[in-house]
T-cell receptor, first 113, second 114 residues
Framework: GNSVTQMEGPVTLSEEAFLTINCTYT??????LFWYVQYPGEGLQLLLK?????DKGSNKGFEATYRKETTSFHLEKGSVQVSDSAVYFC????????????FGKGTLLTVNP | DTGVSQNPRHKITKRGQNVTFRCDPI?????LYWYRQTLGQGPEFLTY????????KSRLLSDRFSAERPKGSFSTLEIQRTEQGDSAMYLC????????????FGPGTRLLVL
């Protein structure tokens, strides 16, 4: 079956530090990959996505590249801000079940001033 | 585009009571999804509608759970005879006409069963 493994949190960084959150997946076929962000007390917001191998998704300074050879979709940002503090979820849509998202457990990021 | 809305945002109930949640998707979105998120976990798929037809139900959706989407617009999720294990965040999402498209989530309904 499909599964997503995310780097365990929590992650605590100082403002302007470099961020990497690792995500690897197992899926049938050729999945679409997503990063969602959840701010405190809110629902999930789409951060970025990639639909095929070697695609790079980007938004608000965040980037992730779809690596089929390593089945990975790591999230990166060059300089984090306090406002980036949130929980980040890696997710996939795949194959015959391409209507149900499979999520990782989430990674809590805290950015200190 | 007003986004996906969910009501209520919070619900506290006693074990054994019935509860009902409502989701209003983004207008013109044909597909509507329900997920459940427990503390420290990612959301898990519960069920999915295309217009008014419920096309898939997860094994997580016991017979105490029922979901409807009359007329293909808003949806309701009812839990009968609630149990403490039902305490979770219930998330609704919607997407436009094609499978595999991005799902847009509402703010969720947080349920606490005492």
């Amino acid at each position: 079956g499909n599964s997503v493994t995310q780097m365990e949190g929590p992650v605590t960084l100082s403002e302007e530090a470099f961020l990497t959150i690792n995500c690897t997946y197992t899926a049938t076929g050729y999945p679409s990959l997503f990063w969602y962000v959840q701010y405190p007390g809110e629902g999930l917001q789409l951060l970025l996505k990639a639909t095929k191998a070697d695609d790079k998704g980007s938004n608000k300074g965040f980037e992730a590249t779809y690596r089929k050879e390593t089945t990975s979709f790591h999230l990166e940002k060059g300089s984090v801000q306090v406002s980036d503090s949130a929980v980040y979820f890696c997710a996939l849509l795949s194959g015959g079940s391409n209507y149900k998202l499979t999520f990782g457990k989430g990674t809590l990021l805290t950015v200190n001033p | 585009d007003t986004g996906v809305s969910q009501n209520p945002r919070h619900k506290i109930t006693k074990r054994g009571q019935n509860v009902t949640f409502r989701c209003d998707p983004i207008s013109e979105h044909n597909r509507l999804y329900w997920y459940r998120q427990t503390l420290g976990q990612g959301p898990e798929f519960l069920t999915y509608f295309q217009n008014e037809a419920q096309l898939e139900k997860s094994r997580l959706l016991s017979d105490r759970f029922s979901a409807e989407r009359p007329k293909g617009s808003f949806s309701t999720l009812e839990i009968q005879r609630t149990e403490q294990g039902d305490s979770a965040m219930y998330l609704c999402a919607s997407s436009p006409g094609a499978l595999g498209e991005t799902q847009y989530f509402g703010p969720g309904t947080r349920l606490l069963v005492l």
